[in-house]
């Protein structure tokens, strides 16, 4: 695969950038200003788009920034994998547009225009890691979306969640700078070069270098890119709930949390290797130490009554399903974990818009409140219920593809706990998702609730999530959109 220097890969980091400042430039003009995030969005999602025919050609796309040192420069890199992601995080970010203009407009937010920008300098952040050709400019663009999103985390300006956004900046930053650029700074001087590796199996680790301090190296990148939830590093995922449901939508499914786990297989993959992995015995400890995560996590949701904190806990448990996949170090269970990245996406962003649509139309956030409301809100709750099953991995909805690939991949490495982690996860995604439905569809309304004759929200709010629905079924149903890259990551 040889690399291809393009323009375009700049280009798509620069769009959403663009976007920020011309959403500051036009900030008291709310019409314009949002035209601008929704241009700046269509732009981006454009580039990355272009760019498919050319990685399906076994291209790699590269483009160096400027250099810094030998073997160090920020250089940017498109491949299949870059574009698992970078498809999903731009096409939702046209969505989400036109989402949040809806439920910040309905609910009368303060400073829309700060809201608006660091979204899009988010965007900047997350593409910037979809599209990194080394650990540096990983790290850096990682940094990027912390400090970034924390106004969004912290935008109430209350109590609450001032104290949230600083638990969110000190997990996100501390575990970053104690853990991973310690790490990066050894790697280079073991290899002379930061570069991630041209494909899975060798990685870029000398093999003469000791064994235990390969281990260490791998265990500070796992828990230090604590974007990808795993605990015991995952509260500041729940906490970040104070923030408005787009933010919400935004951590969970398009940037922060995906650039955790990205960020994370793309180390697992490109520095370390399937080969050492192997020689080393990191693939199954990491299975089953993420595996703690996905049944706890699962559990502690059963638990909440809060919509947004049961798909917080939920975001938790799934997470760690892709960091699982490629852990097996199987072909199907790599692939089963690099297409849930897509598949979580489209259907947990679903899942965020059905709780704001909610409670822009009834002001309710518990679930034992939503009590008949889908009978006079179908269109959200029929939402719900699709990437619901999609999470639960119910066919024919995209959960059920990622389910399939990862219990496959379980049987391949011969593990039956791995296996058993799996199905009773699936039993509780199940447990915790089936109750907020039927209370929609079958729970008795409330006499208030009959006299307040609710409906659904504002079709700005209905459409986009109606959309990540349908998006969510099509692509359970016909996968090899998102299989034919993942495919490709595998040699």
Known sequence: MEPTHDIRLLLAILAPLLGAGLVMLTGKRANVREACSLFAAATLFVLVASMIPDIHAGKKLTFCVFPLLEGLSITLRADALSMVFALAASFLWVITVFYSAGYMRGLNEHEQTRFNTCFALALFGAMGCAFSDNLLTLYLFYEIVSICTYPLVAHHQDEESYESGKKYLTYLT????GLVLPAMVLIYVLTGNLDFANNINSGILPPDVNRWVVTA???CCIIGFAKNGVMPFHNWLPSAMVAPTPVSALLHAVAVVKVGVFSTVRVMLYVFGVDTMRALNLGLPTAYFVSITIVVASIIALSKDNLKARLAYSTVSQLSYIILGVALMTRPGIEGGLVHIANHAFSKITLFFCAGAIY????????????GLGRVMPWTFGAF?????SMIGAPPVAGFVSKWY??????DAGSVGIIIVLLVSTVLNAAYFAPVVYAGFFGKASAEDTKHKYTEAHPALVIPLTITAAISLVIGLYPGFFMSFVHAVLP
């Open 174 to 177: 501390a575990t970053a700078k």
């Open 217 to 219: 190296l791998y265990a």
């Open 360 to 371: 822009v139309a009834t002001h309710k956030k518990n679930i034992s409140e939503m009590n």
């Open 385 to 389: 219920a699709i990437a619901s099953l």
């Open 406 to 411: 990862l219990l496959n991949g379980a049987f």
